[in-house]
Structure formats: structure tokens, C-alpha cells
């Protein structure tokens, strides 16, 4: 029933900026971390950033300073800014979100399907 999904990619010339969406929805009772991933045919999943439920965050070395995420608790959203987006950040996008459904429910990670954003030269 809990379904994570991205919006806002696209294809973006070097140094624009682009913000990507993650909403999480369905039969959720709390949501601890949520956070982006991006992945390259070829190449591991890796972490862009996340963020706590409280707003603490943690970026992956080579997007401080370009990229920000940020969330909206209220609509169970995260978001990912990014200002001056180079060739190298061509990829997938994925949202992850630890879910918890019911109060009796672990928490478990939750994945959307992806968001491709390609970045021109």
C-alpha cells in the first residue's frame, strides 16, 4: 500500500539547476530518514544525501555545496535542489524513505521507481 514516487526530471543544460519531488504516500504511520540515490548503467547506487525526520542532513562529498535536499513532514515530501548540475551528474534519481506503517510495523525501506535526469554539455 505505501508507494514512494519522483517527479522533476528531465534534461538540463550544464550549470542549470533542477529540483527533484519525492512523495511518499499510502497507509503510513511515521517516516524516519528519506533521501536521493543516483545510479549509472554500469555503476553502484550511490548516496546524493538524506535526511532526518528532524531535519538533519548528510551530502555525499561531490554535491556540497551544489545540491540541497530538504522535506515538508506535513506532506511526506522530499525534495533535492540542484544549482549548477554538471554532465557528470547524469543519472538516475531514486527517493528512498524509511516507513514505518503501523505502530506495531518495523521500519523498512522504502524505494521509488526512479527519476532520469541527463545533463548537456
Known amino acids: 500500500q505505501v508507494q514512494v514516487v519522483e517527479s522533476g526530471g528531465g534534461l538540463v543544460e550544464a550549470g542549470g539547476s533542477l529540483r527533484l519531488s519525492c512523495a511518499a504516500s499510502g497507509s503510513i504511520f511515521s517516516i524516519n530518514v528519506m533521501g536521493w540515490y543516483r545510479q549509472v548503467p554500469g555503476k553502484q547506487r550511490e548516496l546524493v544525501a538524506d535526511i532526518t525526520s528532524g531535519g538533519r542532513t548528510n551530502y555525499a562529498d561531490s554535491m556540497k555545496g551544489r545540491f540541497t535536499i530538504s522535506r515538508d513532514n506535513a506532506k511526506k515530501t522530499v525534495y533535492l535542489q540542484m544549482n549548477n548540475v554538471k554532465p557528470e551528474d547524469t543519472a538516475v534519481y531514486y527517493c528512498?524513505?524509511?516507513?514505518?506503517?503501523?505502530?506495531?510495523?518495523?521500519?523498512?525501506?522504502?524505494w521509488g521507481q526512479g527519476t532520469q535526469v541527463t545533463v548537456s554539455s
Open positions: 528512498t524513505a524509511q516507513i514505518r506503517q503501523t505502530i506495531v510495523s518495523p521500519t523498512r525501506d522504502y
